[in-house]
């Protein structure tokens, strides 16, 4: 058990502070000298002799003078036992002790309860263990903390760097403690030797004959009992020169196998950091490579999207997947328009595709949907004419069996640059900005968006195909072949050119035998004014 650590414990007389644990007196104790250290940290001295921290002088255990002798006669035998300094103790009740957990302002009186009731569990600030006393946490740090730092236990010889505790084995290695250690037996020989004649000095010689043989006797036997105290503490401290020379060629031997070790890590590390650099030039090279071939692939890529909807027949039917969507990005402008896959005029002939703004165009933004035609570059275009001048025409597909269609169609304007020969990969756009209103698509249940899909079809009218034949060519089963489809259109051409005949026929013979109604109202007579009258 040690003394009380406090906040102000600095600030606090010395006369009031253990010399040995330097922490405020623990049940305090007198030396010789008149300095006073713990109760407990007297006992647990390991030596006969204690020697005050203050003044270096060296008091015998058994000279303390608050040692109580309790004799016993009868066997001549007698008890030693250390008692506390009561008188001094009931100074020390009036400081005044600052906490040093919780800075708390109080009488030395009340200390120890304080810390026993306010902190029964505290922690040291080095290592951060918990105890369950304020008295072991102090003991913990006075004795067993690898983590604290300590000052050199030959610090009255001249050793006197404080040390880490767990690096004390490193400490007793060094120049300054070996001089220490030196200087220590070298004192403890010159004392030996001195002392003795000091007692001598101040004895009556006038004693005689006796005088002188309890002198000898005397001077004998403290030579003995201070050359054994040397020789004990030579035999400590050669054992401690041996365990560290013994440690001296173990750390040597592993400090070699380090070393090696180091070396061999070092050209490890060498060989990593010339293999990473070599591999960092290879990515550097790799990496416009890698860039390329990114490009590649995401144009190849694209190619397959575009060739699994291609046609060569002047005709596109584009399925527009996730339609809302790409209706909010239209809308937050993230990406205002899409564009179709291409499809061509035939094999050899025009590349074309859409592009449809879904929140319109310009003036028709968030009014109508905006639908283009794009005309774009192909390896044919030496051989084609140009300007490209046939008629085109979209289609929104009603998805029920209703079937009603929005169609529209434009003739393209030769003198714009949009029909021209491309010498880019598309040229701009050109089409029909309100192609259909918002409104009907924002309307529940319009048949144009199912399944948060559309289907929008273009057509290229390379042959002038009558205008009352589009609906009828527009309304056939996209699922028929090309070559099923084609000669329906014929027939139902000569079906509407003899309907047409017919209705000429029909209604010339209602315009020559069809009488005057408003003639039989009255009297039967004539109109001259009305056009049928006059026939």
């Not at 300590?150 to 009255?156: G, H, I, S, T, Y």
């Not at 250690?181 to 004392?191: D, G, N, S, T, V």
């Not at 040597?252 to 060989?271: D, F, H, R, V």
Request: net charge negative; proline share 5%.
């Amino acid at each position: 058990m040690v003394g009380f650590d406090a906040t102000n414990r600095d600030t606090i007389n010395r006369s009031f502070i253990c010399r040995l644990c330097n922490l405020i007196l623990r049940e305090p104790c007198q030396l010789s000298c008149g300095h006073r250290q713990c109760k407990t940290c007297i006992e647990n001295a390991e030596w006969p002799a204690i020697q005050c921290a203050e003044c270096s002088e060296q008091t015998q255990k058994n000279e303390v003078n608050i040692i109580k002798l309790s004799f016993y006669l009868e066997s001549n035998l007698f008890l030693l036992q250390i008692m506390p300094d009561r008188g001094f103790k009931n100074d020390m009740k009036a400081l005044l002790i600052i906490c040093s957990f919780c800075l708390r302002n109080g009488l030395f009186k009340d200390y120890d309860e304080h810390l026993k009731s306010e902190h029964p569990n505290p922690m040291c600030e080095f290592c951060k263990e918990r105890f369950n006393s304020t008295t072991r946490l102090e003991e913990h740090k006075q004795k067993e903390c690898t983590k604290i730092t300590v000052p050199c236990p030959l610090k009255e010889f001249g050793c006197s760097e404080p040390t880490c505790r767990a690096q004390l084995p490193e400490h007793y290695l060094t120049e300054s403690h070996q001089k220490a250690i030196i200087k220590a037996i070298r004192l403890l020989e010159a004392k030996a030797l001195n002392e003795p004649h000091e007692r001598v000095l101040g004895m009556d010689i006038d004693n005689g004959q006796s005088a002188s043989s309890t002198i000898m006797a005397t001077t004998s036997e403290n030579i003995s009992s201070q050359m054994q105290e040397i020789y004990e503490t030579i035999n400590i401290l050669a054992g401690g020169i041996q365990t560290l020379n013994d440690d001296t060629q173990r750390l040597s031997s592993e400090s070699i196998k380090l070393q090696s070790s180091i070396e061999s890590l070092a050209q490890y590390i060498g060989s990593l950091k010339l293999n990473a650099q070599e591999q960092s030039s290879f990515l550097d090279g790799v990496k416009p490579n890698q860039e390329i071939l990114q490009q590649d692939v995401a144009s190849l890529k694209q190619k397959i999207d575009d060739l699994q909807y291609v046609s060569y027949d002047g005709t596109l039917t584009w399925k527009i997947s996730k339609f809302h969507k790409n209706r909010m990005d239209a809308q937050s402008e993230r990406q205002t328009s899409i564009y179709s896959p291409p499809f061509y005029s035939s094999p050899t002939g025009y590349k074309m595709r859409a592009q449809l703004y879904l929140d319109g165009d310009e003036n028709a933004r968030r009014t109508h949907m905006s639908l283009f035609f794009v005309l774009m570059r192909s390896e044919y275009d030496a051989i084609l004419v140009f300007p490209f001048n046939y008629k085109v025409t979209f289609c929104l597909y009603d998805q029920t069996p209703q079937q009603r269609h929005i169609i529209n169609s434009f003739r393209p304007d030769i003198k714009s640059n949009s029909f021209q020969r491309p010498r880019s990969e598309m040229n701009i756009a050109s089409g029909i900005p309100k192609f259909f209103p918002l409104a009907m698509i924002q309307q529940d249940g319009n048949p144009y968006i199912r399944d948060d899909t559309m289907f929008i079809k273009v057509m290229v009218d390379f042959g002038d195909m009558l205008k009352t034949l589009l609906p009828y060519a527009l309304s056939l089963n996209p699922g028929l072949p090309m070559h099923i489809q084609q000669p329906l259109l014929p027939e139902q051409a000569a079906i509407s050119n003899s309907n047409d005949l017919e209705t000429e026929t029909i209604e010339s013979s209602v315009y020559l035998t069809s009488p005057c109604k408003v003639a039989n109202i009255n009297d039967g007579s004539q109109h001259p004014n009305h056009p049928f009258c006059k026939l």
